[in-house]
């Protein structure tokens, strides 16, 4: 396999977002037959890549060759499904003309998915698992999956783990899912200061990898501080040379500062204040009994609990199980058919969606967070200003004017939990 030339190759990518580079001078090679994982941080420029590669998003620079006549498989992170239509039909418009009715069947049946739905009345799971059929549809020569694991239950991601073993597709896969990486890539792209750094090793030997990537740059950065200083010594106590030296070694110093910067700058995490709000109750939720139905399909049917603070709860379940309607239910967001709920006193219910649509993709940053104006917003009895709460989150204070959309998949998470 790694004699053969490669199917695509992407050599010197450029993209700019403003100012700041997403990628500089990004370079990648896809072999026949390999299935590379592309690993990075939240917004490091995965998902645009994956666009590069589909033809929906064109670099500011670079180079892309594509083997001719090469056919595209493409799970999108968020794919947006029409309102109306069959599932059968929906799946089958992928421009694969010759896929006969049964090679539909077949995909969605595996999948566990019935082609005469409507689209419109599937849950988060199963508008995912559709999805994931339309691009495994005609097994496409390459095929893009970011975050194909998402809504899937362990059944059916157990089901895709085998299929793409046993594809002859050339594969690079996004997933935060170590497990499915583990599982089935042969090879790994890591998205690392711009860059694109190549391991030709599956995902099993990232943590070593990458480990020691990282460690010859603190040893890196322990040398250029160590230089750093050094100049700055000579500027105050060396020998006064002539002027038009003094300013030469200025410029130095200050361009080795830059690239101290550039190096520290990155690998944070996220900050999240968990200090508890209004003092509740014991009692969270109370349930007797409740049942909702769907088109005469019982959904949940006499479901009696009660939650405790400090419970710590999981739903588990097939996919149009019903989690999300339960769950839905006991916060009071969907009124039961019959049944009683009650809340405990001074509840603050914090939802994060699965499908993020408490999100509106037109508004930025800024006016998520304080959609009635302002530069400050309330956390937990103290006032924060937007830029200073929203670094918490990684976010940088040129992103707070951007809108939604802009955000890669791990953002809007980020800014959901914001």
């Known amino acids: 396999m790694t004699n053969d030339p490669p199917v695509i190759t992407l050599r010197e990518i450029q993209v700019r977002f403003g100012k700041d580079p997403l990628l500089d001078g990004a370079n990648l090679q896809l072999i026949p037959g390999s299935r590379t994982c592309l690993v990075g941080r939240n917004g490091s420029g995965k998902s645009t890549i994956m666009k590069i590669i589909a033809g929906l998003f064109e670099p500011d620079n670079g180079q892309l060759y594509f083997e001719p006549g090469l ?156 230089k750093i200083r050094s100049e700055e010594h000579w500027l105050v106590y060396g020998v006064t040379a002539r002027r038009k030296r003094n300013q030469g070694r200025l410029k130095s ?69 019903g989690k999300t309607t339960l769950l839905n239910l006991l916060i009071g967001n969907l009124s039961p058919d019959s049944g009683r709920l009650r809340l405990g006193s001074n509840l603050t219910i914090a939802l994060f969606d699965q499908t993020r649509q408490s999100l509106n993709l037109d508004e930025t940053l800024w006016q998520t967070l304080v959609p009635e104006g302002g530069d400050s917003l309330n956390v937990r009895g103290k006032q924060r200003h937007v830029v200073a709460y929203l670094r918490d989150f990684l976010f940088d204070e040129k992103q707070v004017k951007s809108p939604v959309s802009s955000l890669s998949g791990g953002e809007k998470n980020r800014l959901l939990l914001a």
Do not use: C, M
């Open 253 to 321: 110093l200050e361009q080795l500062r830059e690239r101290r910067r550039a190096t520290l700058k990155g690998e944070t995490s996220v900050n999240i204040d968990s200090d508890s709000g209004p003092i509740s109750g014991r009692l969270v939720i109370e349930a007797k009994e409740l049942v909702k139905s769907y088109k005469n399909k019982n959904i949940v049917n006499k479901f009696s609990t009660r939650i405790l603070k400090g419970d710590r709860i999981g739903f588990i379940g097939p996919n149009g199980a």
């Open 71 to 226: 056919t595209i498989g493409y799970l999108q992170q968020d794919v947006p499904l029409p309102n109306s239509g069959n599932v059968a039909s929906f799946v089958a418009n992928t421009g694969h003309t010759e896929a006969a009715r049964f090679e539909v069947d077949d995909i969605l049946s595996r999948l566990d998915i019935d082609g005469d739905r409507d689209i419109s009345s599937l849950s988060g799971g199963e508008s995912r698992r559709t999805a994931l059929a339309r691009s495994l549809l005609g097994n496409p020569d390459i095929l893009l999956l970011d975050e194909p694991t998402n809504h899937l239950d362990l059944q059916t991601i157990q089901w895709l783990e085998q299929t793409l073993l046993n594809s002859k597709t050339t594969i690079l896969v996004v997933s935060h899912d170590r497990a499915f990486l583990k599982k089935i890539t042969t090879d790994t792209l890591w998205v690392h200061h711009n860059q694109l750094l190549h391991n030709k090793n599956g995902y099993t030997d990232f943590d070593r990898w990458s480990e020691a990537i990282l460690d010859d740059e603190v040893k890196a950065e322990h040398k250029l501080r160590q």
